[in-house]
């Protein structure tokens, strides 16, 4: 930045994998960092993976040392459960308003240990399981989360519905568990604003002519992720509804990619890597793709394509896909190119979602004022320069914020923008 | 000085206390010879129990440490701090695990308790042949070297100069702006590329700090983050080889396409009117699309993927400048008829689809092939193909522009090694970790961006110089001195054989070759601790510091004992 007399700190918001980048660099640079974080967690998306593509990396062993190194650096302050809700000022010279809700677990006397899960009487649904498992009123998503410290989810805990309970507090050896914590108004001044706040997928309900929603076994690709994840509902056991392995499964690709009038760029990918989970746990198992244009950038992309083609699996450029049932059997239809119409009956249906914004961008658009494009991302200035710059000067985007992308481009512009942050030229 | 061992038992509350019996823990250790101290604590990572711990190293005058605990993932740095606090070397102390790996898998307590007594055992037998390791500083030149003066090399130098910082910006030809410089418009926003390139190339040349050298070559580099030394080929005005030092490298050495006269099958260089993408880029360029006899092509096939199968990759872009070719041909001859040969669409992303979209609507015809090639059909060109179900067709037009797959550029090999980074089997630069660090390589301060580094547009070649400037910025920072890893490794003169086995397989470059001595050395600098070089020594030479042969020995030792 130029001599003007800039403050040097920066907020990042959101602490998936392109916001943990942002601030570990901004800290290297000297820089203090806000990180404020939605959820009561880091990694975002990236940690509901087991493995990521092309080379079947185990995606916590990647991305765990970072999250580690992100809480023990002093330079950056991790607010989680936290919100932006006002913006004011400019390039330079920013002050942000968040909003951080209490956890009533206390980050320092909490050791993780988890003692009180068991004692809470309410049980619901984990959202991070794509509902596939239930949690508890106090509760952290999957084990391994980080921070590894629960939180109290006072719109399910019965105390803070009026009754008595103190389970959790009587369980905690440590007097982790604060009833009294409030939520906390906080005012930064910050110099520049990194945005990083992920995206969300289409919700298949929306094309009833998947199943989704409607038959047992038809999964977003999300909640197969989970399924295969070793920390996730089934401790990584792929089983169908009822209980039983699946023999036959379909993967549809482009799901949602007509309405939202965009390619997804990374459903292709995933697509093929769900081909791969399945082949490794069921090595019997009959896997068929169905894909319009097979869409596989980049130096090392074709020969993982070409690696899972070897294990069998089919791939079909179709159309007209329909998911049914014909008696007790689901069923799916299409129409292969050459115009025939086939049907195959299939234990398991998983759907590849498009990548859509967030649900809260046009919010957050608001209150930090910049640019949303037609779709609904946060828009780049120009689409002749860097796109990682927003319509708003010292306002930075970044990750599938933008638009949909792969991790390693993800972490490119997250480095990019800290980049266009230290750099004497902005 | 006399030996001083204090052992202190995290209870972790009731995590650790519930499964060891702790107090068992405490006579098996106490008895130990040279075991000063042993005490346990309600919870030692607690600011009290930090406090504690502090506290007792001082009055105990305790000269070793172990803390029997959790993962040292958790609090080994934790502790480390006590002991800087305490005044005691923080490598003098040693972690043992057992919570993670005791406590909480072991189901019996007598197991628990008797493995919790083998693992602080295996701890002791270890920090009693810890030898003290000392962080060393060592000063860092801010200054960067850009290798390759196209556009990524050019955001890169925009991004870094400043007063305090100089870029030597190294182009191979005689003028800077690369590849684009030929390209009328870039697909996304079709407008003109000239008005982005002339203006950062402008800005390059006007920026002080920026050192450009055309029609320049590096010779050698020698050194490593911080401090490389550089040679050039080309000499100054007296004659002299031109060198400076900088402390950081970014390489922008760009790409090149796949020569279609390796695959007969599409005529290029036997048969008129069929031409490169390049080519085709340099002629819309002129203003002007023409055929050979100077009249304007009625008909125009451009065919993807040409190069696909050989190189075994998808190059991301060629779908997108497809598209935007009939754009061109569209925009400067409105009644030719243009065929686009694809086999699968590519177009990832927020905004191609619908440049797609337009583009249909202007009355290009989209085909989709599995196979296809060219033949001669007096002054026109055979498009023969298979569609998607084999059928065979074919079309006939004035002309044909093949949509090459890229490479790296020619002389990427070259400059790897004179840098001393790896390429991946595709011949690209080789990134330090595929997702998360796709701008390093293994060689700490040798960056990669734009086609060099793989396949991409110019909008991602764009993100990828200002990260690889974002990297430099913030670890090579002026006047800020650097800390290399201390847990490094070293070679014993007297026993190394000079084989250089460790040579060839330490990836950090870190090891060289003393001629005069005939044995290997370390740079510690260089050097990330890794082992590669202990594991594969045969003669024992190479050690690493903290994860001695007698420290691993010792603490396995007491383990199974």
């Not at chain 2, 609090?75 to 919570?99: G, S, W």
Request: glycine share 6%; charged share 25%; proline share 3%.
């Amino acid at each position: 930045m130029t001599e003007k007399k800039h403050n040097a700190d920066v907020l990042v918001i959101g602490a998936g994998i392109a916001g943990i980048e942002a601030s570990l660099m901004l800290s290297k640079a000297d820089r203090r960092v806000h990180l404020v974080e939605k959820t009561s967690y880091t990694g975002g998306t990236t940690i509901k993976f087991e493995e990521v593509f092309s080379n079947m990396e185990c995606s916590t062993c990647m991305i765990a040392p970072i999250q580690q190194e992100l809480l023990q650096d002093k330079n950056i302050n991790l607010l989680t459960l936290a919100e932006v809700e006002e913006v004011k000022g400019s390039f330079g010279d920013f002050t942000v308003k968040v909003n951080k809700k209490a956890r009533y677990v206390d980050m320092v006397n909490c050791i993780g240990c988890n003692a009180c899960f068991d004692p809470c009487p309410v049980s619901l649904k984990n959202e991070f399981e794509e509902g596939l498992s239930e949690r508890k009123a106090i509760y952290v998503p999957c084990a391994g989360a980080l921070p590894n410290i629960p939180m109290i989810d006072t719109e399910n805990c019965i105390r803070f519905k009026g009754k008595k309970c103190t389970a959790c507090q009587e369980a905690c050896m440590f007097e982790a568990i604060d009833y009294n914590q409030k939520d906390e108004k906080l005012e930064l001044k910050v110099g520049a604003i990194i945005v990083a706040t992920g995206f969300n997928i289409f919700d298949s309900k929306n094309l009833p002519k998947y199943g989704y929603g409607k038959f047992d076994d038809v999964y977003s690709a999300l909640e197969f992720e989970r399924l295969y994840a070793s920390n996730g509902p089934t401790e990584g056991n792929i089983v169908l509804k009822n209980g039983k392995t699946p023999k036959s499964v379909a993967i549809v690709h482009c799901v949602g990619r007509d309405e939202k009038g965009y390619c997804s760029s990374v459903c292709c990918m995933y697509s093929l890597k769900f081909s791969h989970y399945l082949k490794t746990k069921l090595p019997e198992i009959k896997i068929s793709e169905f894909y319009t244009d097979l869409c596989i950038p980049g130096k090392s992309h074709q020969k993982f394509y070409e690696k899972i083609k070897e294990t069998n699996v089919d791939m079909i450029r179709a159309s007209e896909i329909e998911v049914t049932k014909q008696g007790k059997e689901m069923v799916i239809k299409y129409n292969n190119g050459s115009g025939k119409k086939h049907t195959h009956s299939m234990d398991m249906i998983i759907l590849a979602p498009a990548i859509q914004p967030s649900d809260d961008a046009s919010k957050l658009a608001k209150t930090l004022g910049i640019d949303l494009d037609e779709y609904g991302f946060f828009q780049e200035k120009s689409l002749e320069d860097s796109s990682v710059v927003s319509s708003k000067p010292g306002i930075f985007i970044v990750g599938c914020a933008q638009g949909p992308k792969n991790i390693q481009d993800s972490v490119s512009q997250a480095i990019a923008a800290v980049g266009k942050i230290l750099s004497p030229s902005e | 000085m006399e030996r001083k061992i204090g052992v202190y038992i995290c209870e972790c509350g009731p995590n650790i206390s519930e499964k060891v019996d702790i107090d068992k823990v405490i006579d098996a250790i106490s008895s130990i010879e040279d075991i000063s101290v042993v005490e346990k604590y309600k919870l030692l990572c607690s600011a009290d129990g930090k406090k504690f711990l502090e506290e007792q190293i001082k009055k105990q005058g305790l000269t070793h440490l172990v803390v029997a605990a959790c993962s040292p993932k958790e609090h080994e740095k934790t502790f480390m701090e006590v002991c800087e606090n305490a005044d005691i070397n923080p490598y003098l102390l040693q972690l043992a695990n057992i919570r993670e790996q005791c406590a909480w898998i072991t189901e019996d307590k007598d197991e628990a308790t008797k493995k919790a007594i083998r693992m602080i055992r295996a701890a002791i037998g270890r920090v009693r042949y810890h030898s003290p390791l000392d962080k060393k500083e060592i000063e860092s030149n801010p200054d960067v070297l850009v290798i390759g003066g196209g556009i990524a090399g050019i955001e890169a130098s925009l991004q870094l100069a400043n007063t305090d910082r100089k870029v030597y910006l190294i182009e191979k030809t005689s003028s800077l702006g690369g590849l684009v410089t030929n390209f009328e418009k870039n697909f996304l926003g079709m407008k003109p590329i000239s008005d982005t390139i002339d203006k950062k190339i402008q800005d390059v040349k006007n920026n002080k700090n920026i050192k450009i050298f055309t029609d320049a070559e590096v010779e050698e580099v020698i050194g490593f983050f911080g401090n490389f030394e550089i040679k050039l080929k080309n000499s100054d005005e007296e004659g002299d080889p031109i060198g400076f030092n900088v402390g950081a490298i970014v390489l922008a050495t760009g790409l090149t396409l796949f020569d279609p006269k390796n695959s007969l099958k599409y005529g290029y260089g036997e048969i008129d009117n069929i031409i490169t993408s390049l080519e085709f880029e340099k002629m819309n360029k002129t203003g002007k699309i023409s055929l050979k006899n100077g009249k304007p092509p009625k008909s125009v096939a451009i065919i993807h993927c040409v190069g696909r199968d050989e190189k075994g990759y998808c190059s991301e872009i060629c779908c997108m400048y497809s598209l935007k070719f009939a754009r061109y041909l569209k925009d400067k001859i409105p009644q030719v008829k243009v065929s686009n040969f694809y086999s699968d669409l590519c177009i990832p992303g927020k905004t191609h689809q619908k440049f797609y979209e337009q583009t249909k609507e202007k009355n290009v015809d989209l085909i989709r092939f599995t196979d296809v090639g060219i033949t001669k059909n007096k002054d026109q060109l055979n498009i023969n193909y298979k569609d998607e179900n084999g059928n065979k067709k074919s079309l006939l037009v004035d002309m044909a522009i093949l949509s090459s797959a890229v490479e790296p550029a020619t002389d990427a090999s070259k400059v790897a090694e004179i840098v001393g980074i790896s390429q991946d089997e595709k011949s690209f630069f080789a990134e330090a970790h595929e997702k998360i660090n796709p701008v390093s390589t293994s060689t700490e301060g040798i960056y990669i961006v734009g086609g060099a580094q793989g396949p991409k547009d110019i909008s991602s070649t764009l993100i990828q110089s200002e990260a690889a400037a974002g990297k430099i910025l913030s670890s090579l920072v002026p006047g800020r001195k650097i800390e290399p890893e201390v847990k490094v490794s070293h070679i014993s003169e007297s026993f190394c054989i000079g084989c250089k086995t460790c040579i060839s397989v330490c990836s950090y470059g870190a090891i060289t070759f003393d001629e005069a001595k005939k044995v290997s050395v370390v740079n510690e600098v260089i050097c990330r601790g890794c082992g590669n070089c202990v594991a594969a020594c045969p003669s024992g030479a190479a050690s690493i510091k903290h994860f001695k042969f007698n420290q691993i020995y010792q603490e396995l030792k007491e383990a199974v004992k």
